[in-house]
């Protein structure tokens, strides 16, 4: 069984950096190809980017300036960063794996980023 | 970016019906989409992938169907615990695109 594991600060003031790390148990860090989505309260999903196994990255446009995604391999680890947030940016915050070929097969339990002065 | 529209955005149904959702793509993506049940407080769950194949373990009233633009997820004899929103991914090219989602609600 595949386990995602996510952890990182889930209040923030507007302007800070929104920093959140998925750590995966139970499968080869390598098969797969990783991912962030968010769902801000009452409203839908929203994909924010992937990292693939070759370590090539792609972002929603909307968010591409102020995304960043990277894994650490070593540590079976994948993280998302987010600058200069705002209330906008409150949301749940989910990673998930998939095989390159197919959609998402699993998404982490999430992650509640609240954004507030 | 590729559009998904995704309709109804919600319905009133009853244990026992029928229900059809679709999802309509603004340009051709073959059979790359995923249809997902999400519960209130928890991560989608994949009920469907390469449109119509059906995940391990998800009942076999769930079933997917369409190929290019078009796109259907039926439920053929709803449940209880299928009250619940439903949404399609896109995984065709980047960035990846939801739907709005259909929200399923007791009649």
């Known amino acids: 069984q595949v386990v995602l594991q996510q952890s990182g600060a889930g209040l923030l003031k507007p302007s800070e950096t929104l920093s959140l790390t998925c750590t995966v148990y139970?499968?080869?860090?390598?098969?797969?190809?990783w991912s962030w989505i968010r769902q801000p309260p009452g409203k839908g999903l929203e994909w924010i980017g992937e990292?693939?196994?070759?370590?090539?990255?792609d972002y929603t446009p909307s968010l591409k300036s102020r995304v960043t995604i990277s894994a650490d391999r070593s540590k079976s680890q994948f993280s998302l960063k987010m600058t200069s947030v705002t209330a906008a940016d409150t949301a749940v915050y989910y990673c998930?794996?998939?095989?390159?070929?197919?959609?998402?097969?699993?998404w982490g339990r999430g992650t509640l980023v609240t954004v507030s002065s | 970016d590729i559009q998904m529209t995704q309709s109804p955005s919600s319905l009133s149904t009853s244990v026992g019906d029928r229900v059809t959702i679709t999802c309509r793509a603004s340009?051709?993506?073959?059979?790359?989409l995923g249809w997902y049940q999400q519960k209130p407080g928890k991560a989608p769950e994949r009920l469907i992938y390469?449109?119509?194949s059906l995940q391990s373990g998800v009942p076999s009233r769930f079933s997917g169907s369409g190929s290019g633009t078009e796109f259907t997820l039926t439920i053929s004899s709803l449940q209880p615990e299928d009250f619940a929103t439903y949404y399609c991914?896109?995984?065709?090219?980047?960035?990846?695109?939801f739907g709005q989602g259909t929200k399923l609600q007791i009649k």
């Open positions: 991914l896109q995984h065709y090219s980047y960035p990846h695109t």
């Open positions: 139970g499968d080869s860090f390598s098969t797969y190809y």
């Open positions: 998930g794996r998939r095989i390159g070929s197919s959609s998402p097969i699993q």
């Open positions: 340009q051709g993506i073959g059979n790359d």
């Open positions: 990292i693939n196994r070759s370590g090539g990255i």
């Open positions: 390469a449109a119509s």
